[in-house]
């Protein structure tokens, strides 16, 4: 059997979900991610479990 897959906070995450978006809609969710300074799949966990996203600034912000 092969071994746990944990991600870097230790959570087990084994579902994969996925789905569409247009050019515009992926380009702003790219602008959204690289501002809030999250991995892209933080950033849409915390978005659709209505967490609040807090902008960790950097120099490019």
């Avoid at 906070?9 to 969710?29: D, P, V, W």
């Avoid at 933080?42 to 902008?55: G, P």
């Amino acid at each position: 059997m092969s071994a746990r897959n944990l991600d870097i906070h230790g959570r087990l995450r084994s579902k994969c979900i996925g789905f569409r978006m247009s050019e515009q809609e992926a380009g702003l969710l790219d602008a959204l991610v690289a501002v809030s300074g999250l991995s892209k799949q933080d950033y849409i966990v915390s978005k659709l479990l209505d967490r609040e996203v807090a902008v960790k600034p950097n120099p490019r912000v």
